[in-house]
């Protein structure tokens, strides 16, 4: 067994949920982080985060979303196979372009399409 497997395999009291957890805490500080290094000469690091926490609470909506779609994916993957997880993933480019011309009125050329439609084909075959 490589090194990897090993540790994996001797420590399966993590779940897939907790994995994800600590993910979106290291997302979190390392932004928290980019934001504090970019900040100009003497400007403080919390009245920033406030701000930025108090403007962006629309997107909560979408963050649990995001959450519950990557959640979701595990338990997708333990049910149907890799290959047709890929599938029904590249599947989602197609239907975010539908659902966006059908639900906002968008209309897109041919040549659009017809490039959604290739980017999703190469990332199949290359998958």
């Known amino acids: 067994k490589t090194p990897t497997q090993y540790t994996i395999h001797h420590h399966q009291n993590l779940s897939q949920y907790e994995v994800l957890l600590v993910g979106e805490v290291i997302k979190i500080i390392y932004s928290a982080h980019k934001i504090r290094t970019d900040l100009p000469q003497g400007e403080k690091a919390g009245p920033k985060l406030r701000y930025l926490l108090r403007r962006s609470s629309k997107m909560t909506v979408l963050a649990l979303i995001y959450g519950a779609m990557n959640?979701?994916?595990?338990?997708?993957?333990?049910?149907?196979?890799?290959?047709?997880?890929?599938?029904?993933?590249?599947?989602?480019?197609?239907?975010?372009?539908?659902?966006?011309?059908?639900?906002?009125?968008?209309?897109?050329?041919?040549?659009?399409?017809?490039?959604?439609?290739?980017?999703?084909?190469?990332?199949?075959?290359?998958?």
């Open 71 to 127: 959640i979701l994916s595990f338990v997708a993957l333990r049910n149907i196979s890799a290959g047709m997880f890929t599938i029904f993933a590249q599947l989602k480019i197609l239907t975010t372009a539908t659902c966006s011309s059908v639900m906002l009125r968008r209309s897109y050329s041919m040549t659009k399409w017809r490039a959604l439609i290739g980017l999703m084909m190469g990332v199949l075959l290359f998958s």
